[in-house]
């Protein structure tokens, strides 16, 4: 089945540093979706993004889905943004979910 | 306003007793889904369904029931079955059943069995 990969595992940041977060997939899909795990545990959808760019605020999200291959970046980073950052892809009307990035951003 | 609710949120369990674990949803969504998650891991399928009166395994099913009896609701009933019941469930509902399709959490339930 398909295998997703992100990296870093972990990224520790100083509040306002720009971040990249990078998620990797071994087949073609017909989605893909980053979600922000916040340390109360909730999911919120920030990007669903098969293929292209989008941007909402200090985030940004880019989809080569060619390349297999999805980029979530954040800019001027607060404290709020700490979390865990997930992507997933669709494979048989499933999610298949990355292991996470564990983001924490120190003020 | 529109979303899914999970409830209670934290939910204590003795060994041995099944317990029942509810979502709903007023989106209108057809497919909801069930997850886990372990403490510092990702999210694994424990059922899903596409449609009222239907549910298909996902990848950790075993100790776990549902049913879908209406199109709001998708209550997961934790068996005594379940070897490692302590875990996070969220449920999470989506706009349709093809493979173009996002996914919408709802806050979770912590359930702790001692």
């Known amino acids: 089945g398909i295998q997703v990969e992100q990296s870093p595992p972990d990224l520790i940041l100083q509040e306002g540093a720009n971040s990249t977060l990078r998620c990797n997939f071994s087949d073609s899909v017909n989605n893909l979706q980053w979600f922000h795990q916040n340390p109360w545990g909730q999911l919120i959808n920030l990007f669903y993004i098969p293929s292209g760019t989008k941007q909402n605020g200090r985030l940004s999200a880019t989809t080569v889905a060619t390349e297999r291959y999805s980029l979530l970046y954040i800019s001027s980073s607060q404290t709020t943004d700490s979390g865990v950052y997930f992507c997933?892809?669709?494979?048989?009307?499933?999610?298949?979910w990355g292991a996470g990035t564990k983001l924490i951003i120190k003020p | 306003d529109g979303g899914i609710t999970q409830s209670p949120k934290y939910l204590f369990r003795k060994e041995g007793q099944n317990v029942t674990l509810s979502c709903e949803q007023n989106l209108n969504h057809d497919a909801m889904y069930w997850y886990r998650q372990d403490p510092g891991q990702g999210l694994r399928l424990i059922y899903y369904s596409q449609i009222v009166n239907d549910f298909q395994k996902g990848d950790i099913a075993e100790g776990y029931s549902v049913s879908r009896e209406k199109k709001e609701s998708f209550p997961l009933t934790v068996t005594s079955a379940q070897k490692n019941p302590t875990a996070f469930y969220l449920c999470?509902?989506?706009?349709?059943?093809?493979?173009?399709?996002?996914?919408?959490f709802g806050p979770g339930t912590r359930l702790t069995v001692t």
């Open positions: 999470a509902s989506s706009t349709g059943t093809g493979v173009s399709y996002e996914q919408y």
């Open positions: 997933a892809v669709t494979s048989n009307y499933q999610l298949i």
